[in-house]
């Protein structure tokens, strides 16, 4: 009990003020940011190698769907927990049994959606979901309870006016993700789609 308990503290940053807490919540999302980076970059480099085939080997397309579920999906099954629990009856048996089940409902469903889209559009949607989804946390928190992000200011109750700026923040940075890999995506076809140079002179020439 006493090692659950410091690791308990530890994790939740109860050694520290709030400046510091917010400074340990930064790093650990560096972090996490580094690693699902790396696992990305990984894959992108080994995508390379099969730019002409048809389809990626099963191998390949495992690590991809896992890298999808593993992030965005995780991301995205970390806001059904928050919607979960605003949204459950009070009277509901085991009400905090089901707040857990529903995480790995929409975590499981998450590796179903990147197993049956194709890469970048399974990325795109689930990114877009994960901001659409941190964006109503505020939202049915101030719709179900007194405590909405207007009083909390008003009262300088920072703990919840923190969480729910901070989910603001995330589905607007989840939004932008999804916007730029749109976009980069639009330039990727075009890019294919349009002729190079060469090729219109040799067409020229050939004319």
Known sequence: MAVGGAFYGLHMGHFAGPLLRWLYFICGLA????????????????????????ALPFELRLVEVLNIAS?????????????????LPVSLAGRADWEVNAFFMAWGLSVVHAVLRPGRKAWIEQLTLGAALFIAVPLINALTTPWNLGASLMQRDW?????????????????????????????????????SPRSITVEQGAN
């Open 71 to 87: 992030m965005a999906g995780l991301v995205s099954a970390v806001a059904v927990f928050f919607l979960a629990n605003r949204l």
């Open 31 to 54: 972090g996490t940011a580094m690693i699902g980076t790396g696992l990305v970059i990984w894959l992108g480099k080994r995508q390379l190698k099969h730019v002409k085939s048809a």
């Open 159 to 195: 703990a919840l006016a923190g969480f729910d700026l901070t989910c603001l923040a995330m589905g607007l940075f989840l939004g932008w993700a999804a916007r730029k890999m749109q976009r980069s995506g639009d330039s990727v076809s075009v890019r294919k789609a349009s002729p």
